[in-house]
Structures are given as structure tokens and as C-alpha cells.
């Protein structure tokens, strides 16, 4: 098998480097890798300069306004922006949402839909874990009762990323409180405008609002926003899930990260001597690099047995780039932040303005303590350990 990229996969790779680095707004550019979180308007403006260039919905057919990458070059799309790295286009939209409307919504749902959520005119946000069911989702109690043409819905969710600046959210509801836990789910879209609707903030241990509490009080949807079939929804949760686990490894994030690690350590002003000598120091910048370099060719191996079989199903074995993408991430930003020393100290910042060896290590100790969910969110590792024990090694 020829993991190599031919001279047409090398050439697009030469083109997104270039779009990146002249299309890049510089105020992105000068917080790219010192922030564990770009924030709205800077995830806004970017995903619509990729939309104009016909970008942001990089693995979605053409016909709903995708640029038919084939499944390498989306794999090198993805990668070359994470390297930067600049803002993804929002996953929420783009990776999971968008395509359960393409694939399971009505005709009037797609057209009402699909532009707007490509051009990230509405943000979305996911309604599925709530207290006492994150990895085990089909334990969710958020009820949603029938009331002629509108679902009245009442429960809680946790962990709702960006719910304080999202527009709508997919939310998963149980319309059927007597069927098994799989069943009786459904799969609904909310203006997050609705009257009783409440936000409230999760701070966590970065000290960045991300993360928020969301109440559902008596909030009326829409059967017409109601995706798919009543009490399917599970169905087109695990369609999503699949989709949301698309370029998890996340290689050009961590490959990104051990270049700024090693720069840190070759020539920041205030320490105490230079790390980069340090032989222990670069034993674990080189068995980085080979983790993450059999990190790729296993994502390249993937994308071949995938477009080999073409039956879009979710492969198995992505659950090994999770969890060792997972890992990386974290070993790499804890790379970081050694380089960083006692320069990485402030959270919030405030001393980047001095400039020097400050603005360099600007953000290490933030995206540190931010890597520390790489291996919740997503599906925690344990559920990736049991996934490839049981559909890979047969256990």
C-alpha cells in the first residue's frame, strides 16, 4: 500500500498553505496557538473567507455547497489549517449537523438550513449530554411531550459548548419515556431565542467560558423541526457521532505545537539556560515526532480502507486515531508548557503586552489545562478502549 501523496495531493497541499498564509487575518493570526479557544467573531470571519473560496463544508457533496475533496484532501485540508493553526470551520455545523439534515431532513428543512449553517449566518450548538448521561447518551431525561403541531420540552443539559453565542441547537429529546433507552429519542433543532430557554456558565479549569449549563423550561418546538422520523433519533445520533469523530487525531495540531515547544526551548529570553540541549528534553521531542508520524500514516491507512470499501459506514478502527490522537494532543501541550517554564505562569495573558519571551510563551499553561478533556469530549477514551476490544480485537 502507497501511503504517499501523489503529485496532484502534494500540489493541493501547496495550494491550501498558500491560500492560508495570504488569506489568514493577521489579528487571527497573531492569537493562533496562544489561545486554547479562537473566539466567535474570530471563528466567524474565517469560516466565511474559507465559504467564499467554496471551503468550509469540506467533505459535504456538492450539491449542498460542498467542493468534492476527495477523502485525502480533506485529510490535508484539515490538517494544514490545524498546523497554523487557524479556526476550524465550526464542527457543530459543518461535521455534525449539517449532515444528519442533508442525509435524514425533509426537502423544506435542507432549504431552509444548509446555507445558512455553511455560512455560519446561524451557529449551532449540541444539546446531548446532561447530568448522568454523557457517555452513556441514551440515558438522556430531557422529556419532549406532543401538543398538536409543537413538542414541549423540559430537562437540562451540561457541557454545551458555545451555548451563550449559539443561534440554534440539535438537541436529543425522549418523545417515548416507556420505549428501551435506544428508542422513543428524538432529534430536534431549537432557536435558541425560545422563551424558556436558560444559559448559564461553566467556567473551567483554563479559566475560559466554553462550556455552559443549559435549562429547558416549558420551551416549545416546532414538529417541523423535528428531523427524521419520531423516536429515530438515536439513529441519527450515532450518524452524527460518526461524523463528529472525523479527523479526531488531529496530528498538524500537535505537530504544530512541538515546533512551538522546541522554538520555546532554543531561545526564550529568562530561562535559566537553553532546554533545547537538554537531552532528556529532546528524547521526548523525537519520540513525539515518531508518535505522531505512525499517528498519520495510521489515519492514512484508515482513509484508504475507507475509500477502498465506500460504503459510508463509520470504520471501527477511527477509535484508535481518538484515543492516541487524545494522547498526543495532551503530550504535546504539556511539551508546551515545559518549554514555556516559569514564563507560562499567567492564564489569563496580561503580561503578553510586555512582549519578548512573554508574548512567546503566551497561552501555554490555558492550552495545557485545556488539553486535559482531549480524552472526555468526543467519546472518553474508556469508551474507545471498549469499542477497539470489542470490533477490532474481537474481545
Not at 540541549?277 to 505522531?292: N, Q, S
Request: hydrophobic content about 45%.
Amino acid at each position: 500500500m502507497d501511503l504517499s501523496f501523489s503529485p496532484e495531493e502534494i500540489a493541493f497541499r501547496d495550494e491550501v498553505r498558500a491560500f492560508i498564509r495570504d488569506n489568514l487575518p493577521e489579528q487571527i493570526r497573531a492569537r493562533a496557538g496562544r489561545v486554547p479557544y479562537f473566539d466567535k467573531a474570530d471563528v466567524v470571519a474565517w469560516h466565511k473567507i474559507l465559504d467564499a473560496r467554496g471551503w468550509a463544508a469540506s467533505h459535504w457533496p456538492k450539491a449542498y455547497g460542498g467542493p468534492g475533496f476527495s477523502p485525502v484532501q480533506r485529510y490535508i485540508f484539515m490538517e494544514e489549517m490545524l498546523r497554523v493553526p487557524t479556526p476550524e470551520p465550526l464542527s457543530f455545523n459543518i461535521n455534525m449537523v449539517g449532515p444528519v439534515i442533508y442525509t435524514f431532513g425533509s426537502d423544506e428543512q435542507k432549504a431552509r438550513f444548509l446555507p445558512r449553517i455553511r455560512s455560519l449566518d446561524w451557529w449551532f450548538c449540541q444539546g446531548f449530554s446532561e447530568p448522568g448521561a454523557g457517555s452513556d447518551l441514551a440515558a438522556l431525561r430531557t422529556s419532549a411531550r406532543r401538543e398538536g403541531d409543537d413538542y414541549i420540552l423540559n430537562g437540562q443539559k451540561i457541557w454545551t459548548s458555545t451555548a451563550h453565542v449559539a443561534d440554534w441547537m440539535f438537541c436529543l429529546v425522549r418523545t417515548d419515556a416507556a420505549a428501551k433507552k435506544q428508542e422513543g429519542i428524538s432529534f430536534l433543532l431549537i432557536d435558541m431565542r425560545t422563551p424558556g430557554i436558560t444559559v448559564r456558565p461553566i467556567i473551567t479549569i483554563d479559566g475560559a467560558h466554553h462550556t455552559n449549563e443549559v435549562f429547558l423550561d416549558e420551551v416549545r418546538v416546532p414538529v417541523a423541526n423535528r428531523i427524521g422520523e419520531e423516536s429515530k433519533g438515536w439513529d441519527y445520533a450515532k450518524f452524527l457521532l460518526g461524523n463528529e469523530r472525523t479527523g479526531i487525531a488531529r496530528v498538524g495540531l500537535s505537530q504544530g505545537r512541538v515546533s512551538r515547544a522546541v522554538s520555546l526551548a532554543a531561545g526564550a529570553e529568562g530561562l535559566d539556560s537553553l532546554l533545547v540541549d537538554d537531552p532528556a528534553f529532546r528524547k521526548r521531542v523525537i519520540e513525539l515526532e515518531i508518535e505522531l508520524k505512525a499517528l498519520e500514516i495510521t489515519a492514512l491507512r484508515i482513509i484508504d480502507r475507507q475509500r477502498r470499501r465506500n460504503d459510508g459506514r463509520p470504520d471501527p478502527t477511527s477509535s484508535v486515531l481518538k484515543l492516541r490522537g487524545a494522547e498526543t494532543q495532551q503530550a504535546s501541550a504539556q511539551l508546551v508548557l515545559d518549554a514555556a517554564g516559569q514564563l507560562a505562569a499567567p492564564l489569563d495573558g496580561e503580561l503578553a503586552s510586555i512582549g519578548g519571551a512573554f508574548a512567546d510563551a503566551q497561552g501555554a499553561a490555558s492550552i495545557y489545562l485545556s488539553a486535559r478533556a482531549a480524552t472526555i469530549y468526543g467519546g472518553a477514551s474508556e469508551i474507545q478502549k471498549n469499542i477497539i476490544a470489542k470490533a477490532i480485537l474481537g474481545l
